[in-house]
């Protein structure tokens, strides 16, 4: 009897430490979770995000973007003779199909037109891309109407998220809760407060760190997500723990009552 009474006041502290250590480490605060928090009442709080004003035309082409054009003139025929490329059908807007044609634009910013020849798109937005195109395209057409539109807007997410991996865009720019939902949202232990965004700018790469749970976000410069952009979700250190989101308070109550048990015998 004194044997087992020894083994268990050798077991129970430990045991103690333990239930401690997986309540701390398995219990995430609700403030890192939730979304879109007001933090206006904390001490010193001040918002860094700034409101932005417009978000159309601000992603600018790259090298290895594609982009979808199609020539329209009064001139069926003479639409069909610079429509003749690699091609794709999309639907268009009152059940009419339009052709739509691939152009790659190559490391030093130029697409190769047919019987036009290269145009150089350096430094263009979609908006500056149909006027240098249609620039291109006077002296051989007086009056033509492009349809230009970005065929390669993705963006990449990593980390702790669901489904990580290349996400496809239906649009020029999403949300960035758009593009989190499209990955199966952040996990229980993904760092919303700490979420870090690399964005390609004509200057280069620029990092930003977004906190998700700040409603301010909102409407920000950072609001918004654009081809190209990366996500990264850092993990918390209950990941480390090995602690998966299986991890309940069922668990914990094992625990305890294992411990009161042990008390209990002990007594």
């Known amino acids: 009897m004194n044997f087992l009474r020894n083994t268990l006041l050798f077991l129970y502290k430990p045991l103690l430490f333990l239930m401690a250590v997986l309540y701390m480490s398995g ?24 409101k932005y004003t417009s978000i159309t035309d601000k992603y600018y082409l790259r090298p290895n973007d594609y982009l979808y054009i199609h020539v329209r003139t009064p001139d069926p025929k003479l639409s069909e003779f610079f429509n003749q490329s690699s091609s794709t059908n999309m639907g268009g807007g009152n059940n009419q199909n339009y052709k739509f044609f691939y152009y790659l634009i190559d490391d030093s910013m130029n697409i ?43 963006c990449t997410i990593l980390g702790e998220v669901r489904k990580p991996g290349v996400i496809k865009m239906e649009k020029d720019q999403i949300t960035i809760f758009q593009a989190f939902a499209k990955a199966g949202d952040i996990s229980p232990f993904g760092k919303k407060k700490k979420v870090k965004l690399v964005r390609q700018t004509p200057d280069g790469e620029v990092t930003y760190i977004i906190d998700l749970t700040d409603k301010n976000i909102v409407n920000s410069e950072y609001y918004y997500i654009y ?29 305890l009552a294992l411990a009161l048990t042990i008390s209990t015998l002990i007594k």
């Open 112 to 154: 190769d037109f047919p019987y036009v020849g290269k145009i150089n798109l350096s430094g263009c937005n979609i908006k500056m891309a149909k006027e240098r195109v249609k620039e291109a395209l006077k002296p051989f057409l007086k009056d033509a109407d492009l349809i230009i539109k970005l065929a390669s807007n993705t």
């Open 27 to 50: 219990c995430i605060p609700q403030k890192e979770t939730v979304y879109l928090q007001d933090h206006s009442d904390k001490k010193d709080y001040e918002n860094p995000y700034k």
């Open 227 to 255: 081809p190209n952009d990366l996500l990264y979700v850092r993990p918390m250190k209950a990941k480390m723990w090995g602690i998966g989101e299986s991890f309940s308070i069922g668990i914990i109550a094992s625990v």
